[in-house]
């Protein structure tokens, strides 16, 4: 019998969906009977009938507790999770920070989760990074928006009329989303300059046309991590960067900011007076507002106006460009799962040795296992009130009160 693969349904706002039709063939060709859960694409514009044509089943939400495998694109709601097929395995970005509480859930259902956002950047897995494909969208999608509350063109423009200066575009942090947030501003015409910690952004920045701005001394040269990452900088860096960007930034018309450290608070780039600095009409996009923002006065899902500035603070970019955003991530999950494929036997078999199952795996065989989260998890446990039987339990039972003689009830001690 085919091992089941169970595409969910996401909750919430989330307008992204973990399977396309070109997936769900690939993952038949390796022997999977898949069951997408109705209008699970809908919102990415993904009808069922196009998941059936490619050989899907159309299921509800009850066939989760069929499934060896679950895709999804996010953490499963808490009250969902007693619903796993004991054993199953679940590939989703399960944003593990302060999570302690569900992934204990997992661990007692039996659950192995892999967590999609934490697959190592290495040559092997570029074609699984979660990260990379949904931050370029994001930084694309950045560009689109501001340009959208941007009241003036984007290039020059020569007329007969007069000149239409090209607007001044400045983005903050110069990872996966903040380069294509570059390419994208220049494809429209506009004056690009860029900021980064890594030393590395700097040539990155001018392959695509930017000008390079940072602080350049011996902290700013060690600033990267093995992983590609940026690393926190010192208050003393942080403050000599936020001199030199003040000053470039009043003279700015659009700012994107995109810094964000995994598992962090993200830091802040833009405060209040910057945005004071700027002229009226001016536009500031924050890609880290669901990590409490790097812009000062950023709220999460909202546009705002910000001491004249106009701050978006959509939550899930990558969301807004919903079809392209599943068919990356779908092909993300699919490189990923074919490599715990056994061919032969036509069913996964997961090896906690490999690389990138060692370095994804939250939950296996009824514990959390990540290094950087099971003591966290330990500790949620612990702290967890127990419940009212066993609390008794714990304790000698004690007889009911007897009346004395005199009619008085006995002392007994109390629970």
């Known amino acids: 019998m085919s091992q089941v693969i169970f595409v969910g349904r996401e909750a919430g706002q989330e307008t992204r969906v973990s399977a396309s039709a070109e997936t769900v063939k690939r993952l ?15 919102k990415s514009g993904v009808p069922d009938s196009e998941f059936s044509s490619a050989g899907a089943e159309i299921g509800s ?15 499963p709601l808490d009250t969902l999770i007693p619903h796993f097929k004991r054993g199953a395995l679940l590939l989703a970005v399960m944003n593990p920070y302060d999570a302690a509480a569900s992934l204990n859930l997992l661990a007692d259902q039996g659950v192995t989760a892999l967590s999609m956002e934490l697959m190592p950047r ?102 990267e991590t093995a992983a590609g990452y940026a690393k926190p900088m010192s208050e003393a860096y942080q403050q000599k960067q936020a001199a ?39 536009v500031a996009v924050d890609l880290a507002v669901e990590r409490g923002g790097n812009i000062e006065g ?26 392209s955003a599943s068919a990356l991530y779908a092909r993300n999950l699919y490189a990923f799962l074919e490599t715990l494929v056994d061919k032969a036997a036509k069913e996964v078999r997961v090896n906690p040795e490999d690389e990138l199952v060692k370095a994804t795996m939250l ?44 009619g008085s009830p006995e002392k007994k001690e109390e629970l």
């Open 61 to 75: 939400a009850a066939d989760i507790s069929k499934a060896d495998v679950v895709l999804l694109v996010n953490r």
């Open 298 to 323: 950023s709220k999460a899902g909202e546009i705002v106006d910000v001491e004249g500035v106009r701050v978006i603070g959509y939550a899930n970019v990558p969301g807004r460009v919903a079809a």
């Open 363 to 406: 939950t296996h065989a009824g514990a959390v296992v990540h290094p950087n989260f099971a003591a966290a998890a330990e500790a949620a446990r612990s702290a967890a009130p127990q419940p009212l039987d066993k609390a008794v339990s714990a304790k000698a039972a004690k007889p009911r009160a007897k009346k004395k003689t005199d």
């Open 122 to 223: 290495i040559t092997r897995a570029q074609s699984m990074d979660v990260l990379s494909s949904q931050a370029n969208l994001a930084g694309y999608r950045a560009v689109i928006d501001a340009t959208h509350e941007y009241g003036k063109a984007m290039p020059m423009m020569m007329t007969a009329a007069g000149t239409v200066p090209a607007a001044k575009v400045f983005v903050m942090g110069a990872g996966v989303a903040g380069l294509q947030a570059i390419a994208t501003a220049r494809r429209l015409g506009a004056v690009v300059s860029a900021t980064d910690v890594r030393p590395a952004a700097k040539e990155q920045v001018a392959s695509l046309g930017g000008k390079f701005i940072a602080v350049e001394d011996e902290e700013f040269r060690a600033a």
């Open 244 to 282: 030199l960007v003040a000053d470039h930034i009043a003279k700015q018309d659009i700012i994107i900011t995109t810094a964000l450290i995994p598992g962090r608070a993200a830091p802040r780039l833009v405060t209040r007076a910057m945005l004071a600095s700027m002229k009226p009409g001016s």
């Open 28 to 42: 038949k060709g390796l022997g999977f009977d898949v069951i997408v859960e109705a209008g699970a694409g809908l």
